[in-house]
């Protein structure tokens, strides 16, 4: 087959939205030309997306395929164009399972919008199992909470038209094996943070780890990477000041080779996300060679290998006390099982994988259409 001409619309270009879509425009032996609009007012993106988009590419009809990411309203965007090209959505996340930070249920306008925005399309995708699961079982309840007429054939519907592509994440080649030799064992373990700073990662709870080690006289040095956001996020600001002496760095890496370098001084990656569909940088770390200390939920039991399941997920904050009290140095056979396990997530091995979707949605809708 002659290489598609795939158009990409990514109203949210920043963060784990544009790693994904820069490594796939990469990686894929198609076409891709991004059409996208900066990572901010995400409320506003998915009600100005569609109409902005629209302005943006007028017709359509000049790609074989359309590919949105998740706050493109697909259904506003298919009623303004009216076309036949085949519209593939790809799901980083969903409003109906988004924990909000003052703990209040969804609004149901942001759900209904990403319920419809998936119907439009012909093929729906999910960054993981865990994610289209959990949106089809919260989906369920949400209709069986609507006043009348309650749609509960959606449902039916999403599970049909919907599969799981990891994102592909753009790793090293290499087992990162550097440990800082320089450091004393006695030291303890350097504790990675490379999530955003922000209330969905859980920044407080990692907070409150720390004081729980520093109460019980276990030693730890400190790697605090991530998105900052332009106002610093009140829990880091607090860890700098409680802890400075074991902070080896403090700051957002301004390279791929300097954010690798970092990782590679990482002992344990740790995470207390209350919302994580994924979790690329949790494959970074363990790519790198750092240890998985993930809570047991969400997409981490997914990410995770087999043989770490149960020393790689913690139960609380106790338990993971305890896993970083008890914690010895992995060898280069640990580190590189972690590297190989990661590769399967990796955009070089998943770029085939989404090309023969894309194949397939393009040939398909063709062929429907002669018919």
């Given at each position: 087959m002659?290489a598609?001409?795939?158009?990409?619309l990514?109203?949210?270009y920043?963060?784990?939205?544009?790693?994904?879509?820069?490594?796939?425009?990469s990686?894929?032996?198609?076409?891709?030309?991004?059409f996208?609009l900066?990572?901010r007012?995400?409320?506003?993106?998915?009600?100005?997306?569609?109409?902005?988009?629209?302005?943006?590419?007028?017709?359509?009809e000049?790609?074989?395929l359309?590919?949105?990411?998740?706050?493109?309203?697909?259904?506003e965007?298919?009623g303004?164009?009216?076309?036949?090209?085949?519209?593939?959505?790809?799901m980083?996340?969903?409003q109906?399972?988004?924990?909000?930070?003052?703990?209040?249920e969804p609004?149901a306008?942001?759900?209904?919008?990403?319920l419809?925005?998936?119907?439009?399309?012909?093929r729906?995708?999910?960054?993981?199992n865990?994610?289209?699961t959990?949106?089809?079982?919260a989906?369920?309840?949400?209709?069986?909470?609507?006043?009348?007429?309650?749609p509960?054939?959606?449902?039916?519907?999403l599970?049909e038209?919907?599969?799981?592509?990891y994102?592909?994440?753009?790793?090293?080649d290499?087992?990162?094996?550097?440990?800082?030799?320089?450091?004393s064992?006695?030291?303890?373990?350097?504790?990675?943070?490379?999530?955003?700073?922000?209330?969905?990662?859980?920044?407080?709870?990692?907070?409150?780890?720390?004081?729980?080690?520093?109460?019980?006289?276990t030693?730890?040095?400190?790697?605090?990477l991530?998105?900052?956001?332009?106002?610093?996020?009140?829990?880091m600001?607090?860890?700098?000041?409680e802890?400075p002496?074991?902070?080896?760095?403090?700051?957002?890496?301004?390279?791929?080779?300097?954010?690798?370098?970092?990782?590679?001084?990482?002992?344990?990656?740790?995470?207390?996300?209350?919302?994580?569909?994924?979790?690329?940088?949790?494959?970074?770390?363990?790519s790198?060679?750092?240890a998985?200390?993930?809570p047991?939920?969400?997409?981490y039991?997914?990410?995770?290998?087999?043989s770490w399941?149960e020393r790689?997920?913690?139960?609380?904050l106790?338990?993971?006390a305890a896993?970083?009290a008890?914690?010895?140095?992995?060898?280069d056979s640990e580190?590189?099982?972690?590297?190989?396990?990661?590769?399967?997530?990796?955009?070089?091995?998943l770029a085939?994988?989404?090309?023969a979707?894309?194949?397939r949605?393009?040939?398909?809708?063709?062929?429907?259409?002669?018919?």
């Amino acid at each position: 087959m002659n290489a598609l001409r795939i158009a990409y619309l990514e109203p949210f270009y920043g963060g784990s939205h544009k790693r994904f879509v820069d490594g796939l425009i990469s990686y894929s032996r198609h076409s891709l030309e991004l059409f996208s609009l900066p990572d901010r007012f995400w409320k506003w993106r998915t009600r100005g997306a569609a109409p902005a988009f629209y302005n943006m590419l007028s017709v359509p009809e000049a790609y074989d395929l359309i590919v949105a990411s998740d706050m493109v309203n697909l259904a506003e965007l298919q009623g303004l164009w009216k076309t036949e090209v085949p519209l593939v959505q790809y799901m980083h996340e969903n409003q109906l399972t988004y924990p909000l930070e003052d703990g209040s249920e969804p609004d149901a306008n942001y759900v209904m919008t990403d319920l419809l925005s998936m119907l439009a399309a012909d093929r729906v995708v999910f960054n993981t199992n865990f994610h289209r699961t959990a949106l089809l079982q919260a989906a369920d309840a949400f209709v069986l909470r609507l006043p009348d007429f309650k749609p509960g054939w959606i449902v039916s519907r999403l599970a049909e038209k919907s599969e799981v592509l990891y994102p592909g994440v753009q790793l090293s080649d290499r087992v990162a094996a550097a440990r800082a030799n320089e450091r004393s064992p006695h030291a303890g373990p350097v504790l990675l943070w490379n999530h955003r700073w922000e209330y969905d990662k859980q920044p407080n709870v990692f907070l409150a780890l720390l004081r729980l080690l520093r109460k019980q006289g276990t030693p730890f040095l400190l790697l605090l990477l991530g998105d900052r956001a332009t106002v610093p996020h009140s829990d880091m600001i607090r860890i700098e000041q409680e802890f400075p002496l074991q902070i080896v760095f403090s700051g957002y890496a301004e390279s791929s080779i300097a954010y690798e370098r970092w990782l590679s001084r990482a002992d344990i990656a740790f995470s207390a996300a209350i919302q994580e569909n994924f979790g690329i940088a949790a494959v970074e770390a363990m790519s790198a060679g750092c240890a998985p200390l993930f809570p047991r939920r969400l997409a981490y039991p997914e990410i995770v290998p087999a043989s770490w399941q149960e020393r790689g997920l913690y139960d609380g904050l106790e338990d993971a006390a305890a896993r970083i009290a008890a914690w010895t140095p992995l060898d280069d056979s640990e580190r590189g099982e972690l590297h190989h396990h990661c590769r399967q997530f990796s955009m070089n091995h998943l770029a085939s994988r989404y090309d023969a979707l894309f194949e397939r949605m393009a040939v398909g809708k063709a062929g429907a259409r002669r018919r």
